[in-house]
C-alpha cells in the first residue's frame, strides 16, 4: 500500500531544496534573506505534512524571522523571534499538550521536554541563525547559517526527512563555497 501523505512531505520537502539551493548561491544578504524566507515557508508545510511539529513551527518562525530581517536590525525585533520561537518550540515538544506544559511549569519537573532530546536541534539551530540575520552579515552571517544548517541536518537524518537532508547537505556544500568567494572577493577588494 502505498504512504501518499509521505510521498506528498517529500516531494514538497525536495521543491524546499531547490529553493533553498537558489537561496545559497546569493552573494547579496537581501537577497539571501529574502530567498531564506520562501525556503522556510514551504520546509515548514513539509514538515507538518511529516508530523515533526517542532521542526515545522520553527521553519515558519524562520520564515517570518528571515522576513523581518530583510527590514530591520533591531535587537528587539531579533529578542521576540526568539521568544516566539523558544515558545511555540518548547510547546510543540510535548506535542501541544498545554496541560503537560501547565505541571512541569507548576512541579518544576521539566523531563517532559527531554524525551527526544534531538527535537531541540532545529530550535537551537533557529536561535544560532536568528542571531545571524539580526546581527551578522557577510561572511559571518554565512557561517552562522553553515551552523545552523549542520543541526537541521543532524535532525533530519534521525527523522527520516530525505528531501531536506539532501538539502541540507546541499547547503552546507553552497554556502561552504559562497563563503569562499566572499572571502575571494575581500581579498581581492583589499588588493586593489
Known amino acids: 500500500m502505498v504512504d501518499w501523505v509521505w ?3 517529500q516531494s514538497v520537502g525536495f521543491l ?4 533553498g539551493l537558489n537561496a545559497f548561491r546569493q552573494k547579496s544578504d537581501l ?3 529574502r530567498h531564506m524566507t520562501v525556503f522556510c515557508i514551504v520546509e515548514s508545510v513539509h514538515f507538518a505534512i511529516m508530523s515533526a511539529w517542532s521542526a515545522g513551527f520553527g521553519c515558519l518562525i524562520n520564515g517570518c524571522r528571515a522576513f523581518a530581517s530583510t527590514r530591520t536590525r533591531s535587537k528587539t525585533v531579533m529578542v521576540f523571534f526568539l521568544l516566539v520561537l523558544w515558545s511555540v518550540g518548547l510547546v510543540s515538544l510535548v506535542g501541544f499538550n498545554l496541560p503537560v506544559v501547565a505541571e512541569s511549569f507548576r512541579t518544576g519537573d521539566f ?11 532545529p530550535l537551537i539551530g533557529s536561535t544560532i541563525g536568528t542571531i545571524g540575520l539580526f546581527m551578522l552579515s ?8 553553515f551552523l545552523c544548517s549542520s543541526l ?3 535532525h533530519n537524518i534521525i527523522v527520516v526527512s530525505i528531501g531536506p537532508s539532501i538539502m541540507e547537505v ?3 556544500i553552497m554556502n561552504y ?5 566572499l572571502i575571494r572577493d575581500k581579498r581581492n577588494g583589499e588588493k586593489s
Open 16 to 19: 524546499g531544496l531547490l529553493l
Open 138 to 145: 557577510g561572511i559571518n552571517l554565512r557561517m552562522s547559517v
Open 31 to 33: 537577497s539571501f534573506k
Open 152 to 154: 537541521w541536518l543532524i
Open 170 to 172: 546541499s547547503f552546507l
Open 111 to 121: 523531563s517532559c521536554y527531554f524525551n527526544e532530546p534531538f527535537r531541540f536541534l
Open 177 to 181: 563555497r559562497t563563503i569562499r568567494k
Open 7 to 9: 510521498w506528498i512531505g
